[in-house]
């Protein structure tokens, strides 16, 4: 009984970690404004290191308000350690075809417990919310394969595997259509 009730809740939350869908689709009471929001896709995994993961995760979702098709990317980063991001520090992607593309952070961002991570999983650990600005249109055809996130203490790369920068894709088409 408990095995076949572990399996039914395994298969839903695979089901639901795989689909990109517009998850907030609002009007502002007060200003009439349309606040749009993807799901959270996980784009960065560390790999299992002795049963556990390092805990270096990176969620994005896009979102955009009124009228505006250009929209900004949250990114929710479990870092595991206290980080610092200064507003207008830049995180860089870098794209199939070694171009970067350089957006800024739009805050001051400090590490603190529970942040960077969507649901429960990793509550515990340390992890910041980054909100970040500019031209996302590249994210509609172009396949990202690295990520760098400058900290105050210096910056932190990331690979970004093939199936992750295809939910990129997605969502960036989702949010814009």
Known sequence: MRKSHLL?????????????????????KFTGL????????????DPLIMGGQMGRNIWVAFQSFGDSK??????????????????GETVIFLDEDGK??????????????GEGTVGALGMDLQGVNL????????????????????????????????????KLNKMYKLITK
């Open 8 to 28: 039914l809740l395994l298969l839903m939350f695979s089901i639901n970690i795989q689909a990109q869908k517009i998850k907030v689709d609002r009007t502002d």
């Open 34 to 45: 349309k606040e749009q929001r993807t799901s959270f896709e996980k784009i960065v995994s």
């Open 70 to 87: 250009v929209p900004i990317m949250i990114m929710k980063w479990c870092t595991n350690e206290v980080r610092a991001i200064d507003k």
């Open 100 to 113: 970067t593309h350089p957006y800024n952070n739009s805050q001051y961002t400090i590490s603190s417990r």
């Open 131 to 166: 909100i970040l600005t500019g031209d996302f249109s590249v994210f509609k055809d172009k396949k990202m394969t690295d990520l760098r996130i400058y900290t105050t203490d210096g910056y932190i790369d990331f690979k970004i595997k093939k199936s992750n920068a295809t």
